[in-house]
């Protein structure tokens, strides 16, 4: 790869009539090390300027052989865990486009780096939303996602209400 670089040290400038512009061969061994580092200070400037998503209180909605609460009210703020309490994992679909300014913090509702609608849950463990804005959602579970037409549950809902200032 070829970068053009501008250079104000004048022992290192060549007589190019006063042009200070270089051409300069860089290795593959160079492009992957500056490939990497812009990334790292992208991500690095990207976390520096999220807001604190320090939930201001946790739910938690329990699979079993069924949801537990099936309708849960909440806050804006509050995190929503679905925690899975079966011996094998189950798959949840919420029923709404989720965005990233509808969201303050998640856990599992993400695939490639962006936010997903969708996520399975393993034994023993959950996964979770922060709402950034009132309203509602609603979700399905299936308890084995393998079998979508027999293993779905009713449709849960939780209905997120802004908090008196």
Aim: glycine share 8%; net charge positive.
């Amino acid at each position: 790869m070829v970068w053009l670089w501008t250079c104000r040290d004048a022992a290192k400038r060549t007589d190019t009539g006063g042009d200070d512009r270089r051409i300069i061969q860089t290795s593959p061994y160079e492009n992957r090390s500056a490939g990497l580092l812009i990334g790292v200070g992208l991500l690095a400037s990207c976390a520096a300027a999220s807001p604190d998503t320090t939930p201001l209180q946790t739910h938690y909605i329990h699979i079993q052989d069924a949801v537990n609460p099936q309708r849960l009210y909440v806050h804006v703020g509050d995190e929503v865990r679905w925690q899975n309490l079966r011996s094998e994992p189950v798959k949840i679909s919420l029923l709404g486009h989720l965005s990233g300014s509808g969201v303050s913090c998640q856990t599992g509702f993400s695939r490639f780096g962006s936010l997903d609608d969708t996520a399975t849950i393993p034994p023993n463990a959950y996964v979770s939303l922060c709402f950034a804005r009132a309203g509602s959602i609603q979700y399905n579970v299936w308890l084995k996602p393998e079998d979508p037409l027999r293993s779905m549950i009713p449709t849960a809902k939780i209905v997120i209400s802004a908090r008196a200032t």
